[in-house]
């Protein structure tokens, strides 16, 4: 349950730097850098859990 709770805050910080995030300036620009490093971090955190969560499922289904 608290992988849920833990993937479900990524997703919002995500949409909070998504947010945040100027689409005016360019890509890599200094307006930019925070908000893209924290798209960054939270989309490989999600990434991560998405992942462990998967590896329990199958972890169970071969236990059985």
Do not use: H, P, Q
Request: overall charge positive; hydrophobic content about 55%; glycine content about 4%.
């Amino acid at each position: 349950m608290i992988k849920y709770l833990i993937l479900s805050l990524c997703l919002i910080v995500l949409g909070i730097n998504i947010f945040y995030y100027d689409f005016n300036y360019a890509l890599l620009s200094a307006e930019n850098r925070i908000s893209l490093i924290g798209m960054l971090a939270t989309s490989c955190a999600a990434l991560l859990i998405i992942i462990f969560i998967l590896s329990e499922k199958v972890g169970k289904i071969n236990k059985d």
